[in-house]
């Protein structure tokens, strides 16, 4: 067994949700908001993960030349592979 | 099916500089990146300077790397899909730098978009063609 939750919603959100469902996208509006609520735990936790990583980037970031140099280091492979695909 | 939607939010290319800034300083990049207002859109390539560069220098693993750049909140367009103005966008910025030539040839295949941003003044030469934007001005929008 679920919780049960009381929503307020703007009414302009409720129309469209209606309109989504009329139009056969979702059976219920309780099936959209159960949908918006997993995808955004879901978008949450891989935000989460995301913002450990580059925290730890950035944590490693000396200054704004460090990452110019890093960036035309990387570049330098993209030069090549251009000029390879227009050889061909 | 018309679904309703609310206004459209701008679809922008992201280059290199802004990418990678993005993730490893904790700058106004940063704040546009994971600010929600835009949909941004970019090559292979970056991706693959992107994670070259942060396994090379910042000594983040293979593994580690990829999962952070599909967490990345950017959608990423494969080479095959540019490949038909390729040689257009070299003619444009091939001459200031040949690693600008895919982003230039996914602003030139992608109908529709919002314009570039960057903060490389290579792209100063497609500015008549396309809206170039600093992260500055992205922020006051």
Same mark, same amino acid.
């Given at each position: ?88 | ?5 609310? %206004? ?12 990678? %800034? ?55 367009? %494969?080479?095959?899909? #540019? ?25 030139? #295949? ?7 941003? %960057? #903060? ?14 600093? #992260? ?6």
């Amino acid at each position: 067994m679920g919780s049960k939750l009381l929503l307020n919603l703007p009414d302009k959100d409720s129309e469209r949700i209606e309109m989504l469902v009329e139009a056969g996208e979702y059976a219920s509006k309780s099936e959209f908001i159960r949908f918006a609520i997993k995808r955004t735990l879901y978008s949450e936790e891989r935000m989460g993960e995301l913002k450990a990583i580059t925290s730890k980037l950035q944590k490693q970031t000396k200054s704004r030349k460090q990452v110019k140099e890093e960036i035309e280091w990387a570049k330098g492979g993209t030069r090549k592979a251009v000029a390879e695909m227009l050889k061909q | 099916m018309i679904r309703p939607v609310a %206004s459209r939010p701008r679809v922008l290319l992201v280059d290199t500089t802004v990418l990678y %800034s993005a993730i490893v300083y904790k700058g106004l990049e940063n704040k546009v990146l994971f600010s929600g207002d835009y949909i941004f859109v970019t090559t292979d390539f970056v991706i693959s300077e992107i994670q070259r560069v942060i396994i090379a220098k910042r000594g983040l693993s293979r593994q580690e790397a990829r999962k952070m750049i599909s967490f990345i909140p950017v959608v990423v367009a %494969s080479s095959d899909f #540019t490949q038909e103005k390729l040689k257009e966008a070299d003619e444009l910025i091939g001459k200031r730098d040949r690693s600008d030539v895919p982003l230039v040839a996914l602003a030139l #295949t992608i109908p529709g978009h919002d314009g570039i941003w %960057s #903060t490389d003044k290579d792209f100063e030469v497609v500015r008549g063609r396309f809206k170039v934007w600093k #992260t500055r001005e992205l922020l006051k929008e």
